[in-house]
């Protein structure tokens, strides 16, 4: 009985052997999809990403893939501890045959070209992350197929034309990264419920800001060239924690309601907004930049919570709130910039010197600003405006 199961065990240790291999197989469209996309890519010095995708071995453990059976579910390119550049080349459009696959990235590099619209084949896609490159051409409208995808950051490359109309309308989407390329056309109309994340910023866009969803939390379309009034898109959007609307070229009011937003910052300077700032209360916000633009009236005390406060080039007018100035003496307010503006005084004397913790500037103004207030460089020299400004701006 012991000389039969001694014979037994070569032929049980092969099968095993044999029934682990064939569950190492890799499904064969995506073993030559992985080598198509080998082919097109090189690492870059200092890299040494590929140095493991040795065809010979299981391709399921290279370097960046996972697999989940026989199938690529994971394809991550480029080592990010290696440093930039990563990988150079291009993309081929072979990526489209891991069709299995739901996460795509690739570290900052060097890598060219188009983005594959065969991409667009990659159904059980959920994260897409292809920034810092030299990514080139349009968006692929075909994109609009990938109804799983949450992620979709192509930042930092040179990507032009217009935002696919279609990416709006994904229903899983929660992150559309699109910023520092060379889009043109309007912000398209986003009905995703589930879209906290939407960062279009330095880009060429134009139009205005449409309606948004209410999920959204981070709102960036700075550097473009928007025009037009908010007054109708932004008070949807009271869950915000950044909205930086900056360097644009929108107009109208301020809505008051964005004041009770629970924003960290916000940052709606160098546009032509005007009229008056009215928030219903005081300003939670720690950091608020309203500098030029044409905003007017008195500076509302409600803003005298604000840490860090630009309202500097504007037609302010009126005296400085003694509240902003008290919080400004505590450190409480550390930044009061009023610079290039209309104020006629301080409600309150100042007693005492302003704590180096905290800068106020005041030059250029119907007053002359109190001594040892720290200006920004490049505020000019002249300390107040000329009394023909001023008594043009009363009349």
């Known amino acids: 009985m012991g000389t039969a199961a001694t014979s037994l065990s070569p032929v049980i240790g092969f099968l095993v052997v044999l029934f682990a291999a064939a569950e190492a197989i ?21 890299s040494r990403f ?17 697999c989940e059976e026989d199938r690529v579910v994971v394809l991550s390119l480029g080592d990010p501890r290696a440093g930039w550049p990563g990988l150079a080349g291009r993309l081929d459009p072979a990526v489209g045959r891991l069709s299995a696959l739901a996460e795509l990235s690739l570290v900052p590099g060097r890598v060219m070209g188009q983005l594959p619209a065969t991409i667009a084949q990659l159904t059980n896609l959920r994260f897409l992350g292809l920034s810092r490159n030299f990514l080139a051409g349009a968006i692929p409208p075909e994109l609009s197929a990938l109804r799983q995808l949450r992620t979709l950051d192509l930042s930092f490359n040179r990507l032009s034309g217009p935002i696919p109309a279609g990416l709006g309308d994904l229903p899983s989407l929660s992150n559309l990264i699109l910023g520092h390329n060379l889009l043109s056309g309007p912000v398209p109309q986003f009905h995703s419920p589930s879209l906290t994340r939407l960062d279009l910023k330095h880009n060429n866009l134009s139009g205005g800001v449409p309606a948004l969803p209410p999920s959204l939390r981070y709102l960036s379309v700075s550097s473009n060239r928007l025009a037009g009034s908010v007054e109708q898109a932004l008070p949807a959007l009271a869950a915000l924690n950044y909205l930086d609307l900056g360097m644009n070229q929108l107009s109208g009011a301020i809505p008051p309601a964005v004041f009770s937003f629970p924003l960290t910052h916000l940052q709606l300077q160098r546009n032509m907004f005007s009229g008056p700032v009215l928030p219903p209360a005081p300003v939670a916000i720690p950091n608020v930049d309203l500098s030029y633009n044409r905003l007017s009236g008195e500076v509302s005390p409600m803003l005298s919570t604000v840490r860090k406060l630009f309202l500097n080039n504007n037609l302010f007018t009126g005296k400085v709130p003694a509240s902003l100035m008290e919080r400004l003496m505590d450190s409480r307010i550390r930044v009061l910039y009023l610079q290039h503006n209309y104020l006629t005084g301080i409600e309150a004397n100042l007693t005492s010197e302003i704590p180096t913790s905290s800068s106020l500037c005041l030059q250029y103004n119907c007053m002359v600003p109190p001594t040892g207030t720290a200006c920004p460089f490049g505020g000019g020299a002249e300390k107040a405006r000329p009394t023909s400004h001023c008594v043009s701006r009363r009349g």
Do not use: E, H
Request: a negative charge.
């Open 26 to 46: 890799l499904d064969p469209a995506d073993f030559v999809a992985l080598q198509s996309v080998r082919k097109a890519l090189r690492d870059t010095p200092g």
């Open 50 to 66: 590929f140095a493991s995708w040795d065809f010979t071995a299981d391709p399921c453990r290279f370097s960046g893939v996972l």
